[in-house]
């Protein structure tokens, strides 16, 4: 199940994304990742300058 957005799958599907949080597993499903990533990269460059 996505962490996001909450997207159901029998098993975590191998393209998710799985982070590890307190010693729980998150997945984040392909097109939160994307988005996800979106928002690194803003923070990232933010951070960069
Ligand atoms: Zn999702």
Redesign the pocket.
């Known amino acids: 199940m ?1 962490a ?4 159901r799958a029998n098993a975590p599907q191998p393209t998710w994304t799985c982070s590890v949080e307190n010693g729980t597993r998150h997945y ?2 392909d ?2 990742s994307r988005k996800n990533l979106r928002a690194i990269e803003g923070r990232l460059d933010s951070a960069w300058w």
């Open positions: 996505c996001r957005c909450g997207t984040i499903c097109t939160c």
